[in-house]
């Protein structure tokens, strides 16, 4: 019985516990109805096996009871037996009689069986008991296991509601950068037209003025020659000099009459016809100087021009570095030591291109290519990156874009460690170095954009504005790299400088100083830049945590 007790103590211990679990799985948090569900769970299992240890007891101790009950009436019944013996028989008609002692076994038998059967009935009261309370437990687990399902449930529509916010936002923060982006290129390119604008104003403003004191010029000299000539002879001249001033203020009149533009003749006239952005004019002549001959002709002061490279970048080497994972990086072009001419000319309303200055570099090593998805996803999949997304514009050959600063300096980091060469981003002066190819124009061909020289929103590709093309499509420039112009921005390793003052003569990489690396600089266009955007001296800053559908970048190896 002591072991029967006992297990019944363990088990309103155990089911004491399972309550109170109940109580508190009502009023916690999901994940903490969770714990305690799976903890009443193991309870329950082990009220259940205490359960079945009772009942097997029980069992045992009835048989025992019943068992010891029948040896003791058959103990007490033998000897009367034996007592009535054969020699008694004479006497039939006297009644046996029992001994006392057998009698009080007898009764005591009896005794001992109605209290086992009190017990046993009592045992079975406490079975039904039990049974009820494993039934309550069972649909309390069943509620917990219900409570247990809605929290779970709930997690992840809160999970799934907190991914579809952050896409959200993220897209929202693409779109804003885009439209960010966008209007940059367009305030580019309305400054652009309107430098050129000016420039073509202040040209028809100086030929105009030649023109009204050339006429002047002649028409002293027709007086003098007027004085001259006999005296029959003024009223033509004062005809020819009324004819002349006539004809001097009708093209002061087309000059300086903007609403006479939409004439065609008058548009030709007054379009002249730039070389190099300079305009060439007469000097207007004083009165101690002699006019110029007919053929003679001046030009207007050239603004400063800047410094001539002394030594362009030359392509020394076509290589791929071999990866300890197999395979080969990315393909570098080495180019020489060299000195050119770095900003825009000094006359360039873009300030934070200002000012030209000369820059001599080491000899480095630069990826031919923006760096694509096939490669990049190589190094996500390695170290356990996700992987960028497309947009649904293809992988493979396809520059990557949606890529932070930060993450493209992890890239860098792991190349490094794959090949055992040192890989970093470009400088910005790396990069112009290597865009320019030693050409002192707006694009690395020139001053004219073209057609289907790049990828950009006005370039006359077939991906234009829309977006961008695969490495390699159109033709590199004389070192050898490709989509130097438009396709996709490029991070540089650079932080922000709102212009090159102080900028050393010397170094490929530009550091201290006055500089905010809170943004980091991005070079070249994108499929969506205009033509004013394009231009190889063109910078832009974003923040290092910044991605967006049109940035990429290029690797350079120090050498």
């Known amino acids: ?33 969770a714990r305690k569900a799976t903890e009443a769970e193991k309870l329950v299992s082990q009220i259940s096996a205490l359960q079945t240890a009772i009942s097997k007891l029980q069992a045992r101790d009835k048989e025992a009871k019943e068992k010891e009950a029948k040896e003791s009436i058959a103990a007490t019944t033998a000897p009367s037996v034996k007592k009535s013996t054969p020699s008694t028989l004479t006497t039939a008609a006297k009644k046996p009689e029992m001994p006392e002692e057998a009698l009080e076994d007898l009764k005591r038998a009896e005794a001992e069986k109605s209290a086992l059967e009190l017990r046993i009935n009592r045992i079975e009261a406490a079975q039904r008991r039990t049974r009820e309370q494993i039934d309550q437990l069972a649909r309390a687990k069943q509620e917990l296991a219900k409570l ?45 037209k309107a430098e050129k604008d000016a420039e073509l104003l202040k040209a028809q403003r100086d030929a105009a003025r030649a023109l009204i004191e050339k006429q002047q010029q002649l028409e002293r000299e027709k007086l003098l020659a007027t004085r001259r000539s006999s005296g029959s002879g003024k009223g033509i001249l004062i005809g020819l000099s009324i004819s002349i001033f006539s004809v001097i203020a009708l093209g002061a009149a087309i000059w300086f009459t903007p609403i006479l533009d939409s004439v065609e003749i008058v548009a030709r006239l007054k379009t002249p016809v730039p070389t190099n952005n300079t305009v060439a004019v007469r000097p207007a002549p004083t009165q101690q100087q002699q006019p110029p001959a007919p053929s003679a002709q001046t030009t207007a002061p050239a603004e400063p021009k800047p410094v ?40 360039s309303p873009f300030q934070d291109e200002l000012p030209p200055h000369e820059v001599r570099l080491q000899s480095f090593s ?41 993450e493209a300096v992890d890239y860098t980091k792991w ?24 050409k002192d124009s707006l694009y690395w061909y020139g001053n004219e954009l073209g057609r289907n020289r790049g990828n950009c929103a006005v370039c006359g590709s077939q991906w234009d504005n829309n977006q961008p ?8 420039n004389p070192l050898g790299l490709n989509d130097t112009i438009g396709n996709v921005l490029e991070w540089t390793v650079d932080c922000f400088r709102s212009n090159y003052i102080g900028s050393p003569i010397t170094g490929n990489l530009w550091q201290g100083g006055d500089e905010d690396c809170s943004h980091r600089m991005a070079r070249s266009g994108s499929f969506r830049s205009y033509e004013n955007a394009l ?25």
């Open 1 to 33: 019985m002591s072991s029967i007790v006992q297990a019944k103590a363990e088990a309103q211990k155990l089911i004491k516990r399972y309550n109170q679990l109940q109580a508190e799985a009502r009023t916690a948090d999901a994940e903490e109805a």
């Open 148 to 192: 247990k399902s809605q929290a779970e449930q709930s997690v992840k529509d809160r999970r799934a509601n907190d991914e579809k916010l952050q896409e959200e936002l993220t897209r929202r923060i693409e779109q804003k950068e885009r439209e960010q982006q966008r209007l940059k290129d367009e305030l580019e390119a309305a400054r652009h």
């Open 308 to 347: 001539v490279p002394r030594d362009p970048p030359r392509a020394l080497e076509v290589y791929q570095d071999n990866l300890a994972r197999g395979g080969l990086g990315p393909v570098m072009i080495k180019l020489s030591d060299g000195t050119f001419t770095m900003g825009a000319k000094a006359s």
């Open 366 to 406: 630069i990826s031919r290519f923006e760096i694509t998805f096939e490669e990049f996803d190589a190094f996500a999949e390695s170290t356990g990156l996700a992987l960028p997304k497309d947009k649904g514009w293809g992988r493979g050959k396809q520059p990557v874009i949606n890529i932070t600063w930060e």
């Open 415 to 438: 190349l490094s460690q794959q090949t055992g060469h040192q890989y970093r981003l470009p400088s910005e002066r790396e990069w112009e170095y290597a865009a320019g190819a030693g």
């Open 469 to 476: 093309a695969p490495v390699g499509s159109f033709q590199p």
């Open 535 to 559: 231009r190889t001296t063109k910078r832009n800053n974003y923040s290092p945590r910044t991605r967006l559908d049109n940035l990429g970048f290029r690797v350079v190896r120090v050498d």
